[in-house]
């Protein structure tokens, strides 16, 4: 079986469409596989705070260079005027200023990355921009292009990289008074060290890459870590044309993941093993802190179930138990996200059930125990916040599933459901929404670069509505209003509020013949930037697109 993050099972074609949503499969140029780790020399993540002896005394001697260079450059002034002679920094404000410096310039490499990630996304075989073309987009914003730099640090690029590949270095504009060490990013999403502390070669990783280094944040990095490990895992499969899973050695050789996976040292305060007694049909992943009680408190697995267990856990927690929160923010709004997205992912599991089955709809135990779900979903303990429950009586034909928050207005403030249509619907909402009133926003991310995915994924879905009816009705097109009417497509489509950003028109004057539906944000460079149109050749086009673009150019993707 192979298995989604949200528990359900996947046939080739799915995983695919899953796929395309993770950041591994992002960096692939071909679409076919993610890309080998390029050029280890040039990319890293944070250095342990503690290097060892020899690493402070090079600290110290640092902060005392800077320490004289900040005390009176010129004693005869300072002799004849103490008060024009500025004071000191002790050293633990100067370490303690480096090192914030230092986290900046890191947290905005991985901003960086993000940005690459967005911008191959919606771009042709998947290429990634110069940071001309981010800043041109709005991808990023203009400082980075500033030779200033900002922060403490200046921004520089590989310009022969794009469009397959991409490095940047983040250098402090003042050595040792903006930051002490250099670092470098490229395709593998690794921030490495350019240079660094006594031991550190160039190309070596940066253990720590926490803004915030607490337990529970180090522990919440390594269920993420766990979870890319387990999509690796998922896309090695499907790439390699099988449904076998494999090593993490291969994986870190064959570049799904990056070679801190295999290291002694670990990263972020926890090291990963893994038993591999199940391969190829199955696999587990363990993740340890490195100083139990000190980077990490407890210990976590993953298997080919997707789903993040302890290994060793709170009180009250037996080893196997799942991990019930696994967001990295858990405010009441990730957990109204996850919410919805779980609702989504029971959707797709119905609908693989009754394709592999050739049946109708299941019920929640069923799905479970076929392993389209895992077994978080019938707990009354629930997971990320939420709980939930089936209503049977439509099974079955059709089906209904809610979500309810564990703890109203703590855990969640809004109650979903979704039907057979899989549209998210409210159960109770905010205010002026009423029961049944879909979700404007089920976008696990809502940045303006996935809002303008979803606008171009569901103009395509308007194509195949228009497809669809047309084969039953003498090659003819309709209108927006009869495809909703017929249950071609939901009613978000023809609502004036449109959903997840966007708005869509259509011209009725065109149909039997012909169609043309248009796709515009609701708030113009805040929901989304660009407007869209798709008409008979089913093809998705500018209407309003990005700088360097007319109306009528084809949308890359």
């Keep these: 079986m192979w298995h989604a993050a949200g ?110 990630i967005d911008y191959s996304g919606v771009h042709e075989g998947w290429r990634f921009g110069t940071l001309a073309d981010l800043v041109a987009e709005q991808y990023l914003d203009a400082k980075w292009l500033s030779s200033n730099g900002f922060g403490g640090y200046r921004f520089e690029e590989d310009p022969a990289g794009p469009p397959k590949t991409f490095m940047i270095a983040a250098r402090p504009v003042t050595p040792n008074r903006t930051g002490r060490y250099s670092y470098t990013m490229t395709t593998d999403m690794v921030v490495r060290y350019a240079s660094g502390p006594p031991g550190v070669k160039p190309g070596d990783y940066v253990r720590d890459t926490l803004p915030s280094p607490t337990m529970q944040s180090r522990e919440m990095a390594a269920i993420q870590a766990l979870q890319y490990v387990a999509q690796s895992m998922l896309i090695y499969a499907v790439s390699s044309g099988g449904r076998n899973f494999t090593t993490l050695a291969r994986l870190v050789n064959d570049g799904y993941l990056d070679e801190r996976h295999l290291s002694p040292d670990g990263f972020n305060g926890y090291r990963f093993e893994e038993n591999t007694a199940g391969l190829p049909k199955s696999f587990e992943v363990i993740a340890r802190p490195i100083k139990p009680n000190h980077t990490g408190r407890y210990s976590y697995s993953i298997s080919n179930d997707h789903v993040v267990r302890y290994v060793n856990g709170p009180t009250g927690f037996k080893p196997g138990d799942y991990v019930r929160d696994t967001l990295p923010s858990a405010t009441m709004e990730s957990r109204e996200m996850a919410a919805i997205s779980a609702l989504q992912s029971y959707v797709s599991a119905q609908h693989t059930h009754a394709l592999v089955n050739r049946a109708d709809y299941a019920t929640l135990a069923q799905l479970v125990h076929e392993h389209h779900l895992n077994e978080r979903y019938l707990s009354e303990d629930g997971f990320n916040g939420y709980r939930y429950t089936e209503n049977a009586a439509g099974l079955p034909k059709a089906y209904e599933l809610i979500a309810r928050p564990v703890s109203p207005n703590k855990t969640g403030r809004y109650a979903y459901s979704v039907k057979e249509d899989g549209v998210i619907r409210y159960v109770s909402g905010p205010p002026g929404v009423k029961p049944g009133d879909y979700v404007r926003d089920t976008l696990p991310s809502a940045s303006r670069q996935s809002r303008e995915m979803a606008a171009i994924s569901a103009l395509r879905a308007l194509g195949s509505a228009q497809t ?21 497509i939901d009613e978000r489509y023809s609502g004036p509020d449109g959903f997840n950003g966007y708005r869509f028109t259509e011209d009725p004057t065109l149909p039997p013949n012909s169609f043309k539906f248009v796709a515009q944000p609701i708030k113009p460079n805040v929901s989304g930037r660009y407007v869209y149109s798709l008409g008979v050749d089913t093809v998705v086009r500018y209407v309003d697109g990005p700088p360097g673009t007319k109306a009528g150019d084809v949308v890359d993707r």
């Design 7 to 116: 528990g359900e099972t996947l046939d080739l074609n799915r995983a695919w469409v899953f796929l395309s949503l993770t950041a591994a499969v992002l960096f692939s140029a071909s679409c076919s596989k993610p890309p080998n780790v390029a050029d280890k020399t040039v990319a890293p993540e944070i250095h342990e705070k503690s290097e060892g002896a020899t690493a402070g005394q090079n600290d110290q001697a640092q902060t005392a260079t800077v320490e004289k260079e900040r005390e009176a450059p010129d004693d005869a002034t300072a002799a004849s005027n103490p008060a024009a002679q500025p004071a000191a920094e002790s050293e633990a404000t100067i370490r303690k200023r480096l090192e914030s410096g230092e986290m900046a310039a890191i947290v905005a490499l991985q901003a960086y990355g993000t940005a690459q």
């Design 468 to 488: 669809s009816y047309s084969i039953q009705n003498s090659n003819n097109f309709t209108t927006l209003g009869e495809l909703v009417a017929e249950k071609f």
